[in-house]
């Protein structure tokens, strides 16, 4: 029966291939041997700890805390850094809690440099560029706020908004806020009554 089969098989590969089978055997061998040396260079390697368990339980994520206004200073503390505190970003100075997409915002992430920031400008303009980390959205063109209010509705529907980015009062050049009455006002009120 065994020695049948071979003279079927001996056969088909003199039929089939053109080549003896010794010589279908040493390139089926070497075929092999190219294999495993290509997947061992570049396969997956037993020797690098994966990321992940999959067998590890991944905890629920806590609940969304509520932070309400706080500068953008404060909102640098949830860069991600820190594992035990929520992963924050804004757009438009909507504070949004990302933590569910850790992979994606956080640390070693392909978006870890938004997290922490008002990342507005950047993402209307689709820039991993510093100098586009910014709430500042002035200056934008139709598309861009576009591309922009795209990302908020995206934001919105799929994110938890914990706060707003207290915006700055402005200064002006005498060190008031810019609510208080000026001061060369009550001067032209003190020469009029004096008067």
């Known amino acids: 029966m065994a020695l049948q089969l071979w003279e079927t098989l001996k056969e088909a590969i003199i039929t089939y291939t053109g080549l003896s089978p010794a010589t279908f055997l040493a390139v089926l061998a070497l075929g ?44 640098k503390q949830y860069d991600g850094t820190d594992p035990k505190k929520p992963l924050l970003m804004a757009i438009k100075g909507q504070i949004y809690d990302v933590s569910q997409s850790r992979m994606f915002y956080g640390p070693g992430g392909p978006y870890a440099l938004f997290a922490g920031k008002d990342a507005s400008r950047a993402l209307a303009k689709m820039s991993f ?67």
């Open 32 to 75: 092999l041997a190219v294999y495993y040396a290509v997947t061992g260079l570049f396969g997956p390697s037993d020797h690098h700890p994966r990321s992940r368990d999959y067998g590890e339980e991944t905890q629920p994520l806590p609940p969304p805390v509520q932070l309400g206004e706080v500068t953008e200073e404060e909102l």
């Open 129 to 195: 560029e510093e100098k586009d980390l910014t709430g500042d959205i002035s200056g934008l063109g139709p598309f861009e706020l576009d591309a922009l209010q795209d990302w908020e509705y995206k934001f919105m529907s799929k994110y938890v908004k914990v706060g707003t980015i207290k915006k700055p009062v402005p200064v002006t050049e005498e060190g008031s806020s810019a609510s208080e009455p000026a001061p060369a006002a009550d001067k032209t009120e003190e020469k009029s009554s004096a008067e």
